[in-house]
């Protein structure tokens, strides 16, 4: 039962982040409201230069995680409005990707459509992907934040105070005076 739930968390996973959201944002592209005949970087090889590398990035955190979480975490990363489609981490993952955010699927995929809007010159998505932004962490806070401190308590805690929640190495830290 534990195989059969993780290859459907991936399935699903897979389908709606990977599949849908990208599709979306490419139709959403040629819809020209509200910005009509906007073309923000009209060169091609710049949108490319720039959409590439964040691409990348984007992937490796993506994939990277995931197979932390997996191998680490022994768990699956499905988990929506507490309700877990994939088996749940038994364990807390802070190494690997984890060790410079505490959601690094999250920076991957916002990444990966950060730079497909950019690949198809869309101000419109990135409007869109920056408005969501704050209800992700809205949502990482209302529930998967709870559901860790209840399943890892002091561990986790120990482990929030440390690194960023979503891009990594932006945790502003706080100087000690001696």
């Known amino acids: 039962m534990k195989t059969f739930r993780l290859i459907l968390g991936y399935i699903i996973g897979f389908s ?8 979306l944002l490419i139709v959403g592209s040629n819809n020209p409201w509200p ?8 060169n091609i090889y710049l949108r490319s230069i720039i959409a590439f590398p964040i691409f990348c990035i984007g992937l490796l955190f993506a994939i990277w995680s995931n197979i932390f979480l997996l191998t680490k975490g022994e ?7 507490n309700v877990a489609i994939s088996p749940r981490s038994i364990k807390l993952v802070v190494t690997g990707p984890y060790k410079f955010s505490r959601n690094p699927m999250v920076f991957g995929a916002l990444s990966i459509y950060f730079s497909i809007s950019v690949f198809v010159n869309s101000l419109y998505d990135i409007i869109i992907i920056l408005l969501i932004i ?9 529930t998967e934040e709870k559901r860790l401190i209840k399943d890892f308590g002091e561990e986790y805690l120990l482990y929030r105070s440390k690194v960023p929640m979503i891009v ?6 706080k100087r000690t005076t001696t």
């Not at 990594?168 to 830290?173: D, E, G, H, M, Q």
């Open 168 to 173: 990594p190495f932006t945790k502003i830290r």
């Open 16 to 23: 709606m982040f990977c599949i849908f959201i990208p599709y």
């Open 134 to 142: 704050p209800l992700a962490i809205l949502y990482l806070k209302l």
């Open 75 to 81: 768990g699956g990363p499905v988990d929506v409005f």
């Open 35 to 42: 910005f009509p005949e906007l073309n923000f970087i009209p």
